[in-house]
């Protein structure tokens, strides 16, 4: 399982169990998955490049350091993605959004893009995408993919749990792209859904089916 992080951090363990329960209220669920994603956001933003900026402060002047949040961009796979969004955001408020629209075709699993819409000026840009969910890896490979094509600086994958199907998936077809996760689930089952995963993530959010 190279260059995949596995954020073990107690709060970020405790709110994942609290989601996966069947019983959690979609209400509970996104407020729930805001409050993981800020805390992932720490870690994913953790090597972000900082540059100088002179600032005074109340006794002299010195040179800070911040970083450049405009030229980071979080592409959110709709929809589930969108429920990563927001607490990625609270961190890095200068953040660009990119939003690719992609679901699985229930029979083949394959990801079918329906939506691309992308900040301009990707070559000078690092990625972040968001997903909650990586099951087969389609839908992560197949957005990776379309990415690649404005030619970004980076691009890293953040999401809330991973099979180790998607994985293999992922990294077989984009090696250069590190994965962030709060869990590694045990497997897919016939439908492609993880177990014991926490259900369909976009419907478990926005309080569909
Ligand atoms: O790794 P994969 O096998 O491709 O599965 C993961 C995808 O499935 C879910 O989206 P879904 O197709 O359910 O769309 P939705 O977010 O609109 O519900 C999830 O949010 C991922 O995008
Ligand atoms: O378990 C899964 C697999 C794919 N998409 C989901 O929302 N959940
Ligand atoms: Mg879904």
Redesign the pocket.
């Known amino acids: 399982m190279n260059r995949v992080t596995v954020v073990t951090h107690p709060l970020v363990q405790h709110k994942l169990t609290l989601m996966r329960r069947k019983d959690a209220s979609s209400n509970s669920f996104r407020r729930l998955l805001g409050e993981l994603s800020t805390l992932m956001a720490y870690e994913v933003t953790r090597d972000m490049p900082l540059q100088d900026m002179p600032i005074e402060t109340p006794l002299e002047a010195m040179t800070g350091k911040v970083i450049d949040g405009k030229k980071l961009v979080f592409v959110s796979i709709l929809r589930?993605g969108n429920g990563f969004l927001d607490g990625m955001l609270n961190v890095v408020p200068g953040a660009r959004v990119g939003h690719v629209g992609l679901y699985?075709d229930p029979a083949t699993l394959q990801a079918v893009e329906y939506y691309f819409k992308m900040p301009s000026g990707m070559d000078a840009r690092d990625v972040v995408v968001v997903d909650?969910?990586l099951?087969t890896g389609n839908s992560a490979a197949a957005c990776v993919d379309r990415i690649k094509r404005l030619d970004p600086r980076s691009i890293k994958f953040v999401c809330l749990l991973a099979a180790p199907e998607g994985i293999h998936r992922l990294h077989k077809a984009h090696p250069d792209v590190p994965i962030f996760t709060a869990a590694i689930d045990r497997e897919l089952n016939d439908h492609?859904?993880?177990l014991p995963?926490?259900?369909?993530?976009?419907d478990r959010i926005f309080g569909t089916k």
């Not at 995963?197 to 976009?202: E, H, Q, R, V």
Request: hydrophobic share 45%; no cysteine; glycine share 28%.
């Open positions: 589930a699985r909650p969910m099951a492609g859904y993880i995963g926490l259900g369909d993530a976009g």
